[in-house]
């Protein structure tokens, strides 16, 4: 609770209500605000989050900042504007960077691949080059941009689970990249079917 001018505060309400500036420890809530609607954390250390970090509000949008990056286990919600979540990028823990109606700005993507992290691994049995034939690639722009920037890519919606998720409302781009690999790979194997020898002496022979 705020103290009144003038009151005399005892050491153990002040070592209750304050946090040391180094080698200190907050459990509970964490509220940042200035009161105009703006909220930020900034540090020039690393940023240690267990729990759930976000930002809904119309101002200048929800912004986590670490000049040597933030370590989050949890949840980096979601943001009606720009989420900036560390200097040096973001590391969420069994968890996902959501934003919604925005832009994700970055030097690199990557995306943890390891095999200890999976399981049910199996090889992808399925034509790549069919599925991509069935897949509808348009050009759009969103609703939510006001500049309508034009895009090239896919409708949820009307593609398949393998490339998008079960709920069909986002695309899938580790499946997709995934799946584009396999359709060059069966493209190759074609190409080497097509060099063969006897394969060139048939051709020319139906050609005569």
């Known amino acids: 609770m705020p103290f009144a001018v003038g009151e005399v505060a005892r050491l153990s309400d002040l070592e209750t209500q304050y946090v040391n500036t180094t080698g200190d420890t907050m459990t509970g809530a964490l509220t940042i605000s200035n009161g105009a609607g703006v909220t930020s954390l900034s540090a020039s250390g690393n940023v240690v989050v267990t729990g759930t970090v976000s930002g809904t ?15 989050v286990t949890g949840t980096v919600g979601s943001a009606t504007n720009a989420t900036n979540v560390g200097a040096n990028g973001v590391n ?6 959501a934003v919604t109606f925005s832009t994700v700005s970055a030097t690199s993507f990557t995306a943890s691949s390891l095999k200890k992290l999976k399981e049910n691994i199996s090889n992808f049995d399925l034509k790549a080059l069919d599925l991509l034939s069935s897949v509808k690639v348009v050009n759009f722009n969103y609703i939510s941009d006001k500049d309508k920037n034009n895009y090239v890519g896919f409708i949820a919606d009307d593609t398949t689970e393998i490339l998008s998720t079960k709920t069909k409302d986002k695309m899938d781009i580790t499946s997709s990249i995934g799946v584009l690999i396999k359709a060059v790979q069966e493209l190759n194997q ?3 079917y097509l060099k063969q020898p006897w394969y060139k002496k048939l051709f020319h022979k139906k050609e005569k």
């Open 92 to 97: 969420a823990t069994q968890s996902s960077v």
């Open 57 to 71: 509000h119309s101002g200048n949008g929800a912004s986590l900042t670490s000049l040597t990056g933030a370590n």
């Open 190 to 192: 074609e190409i080497i």
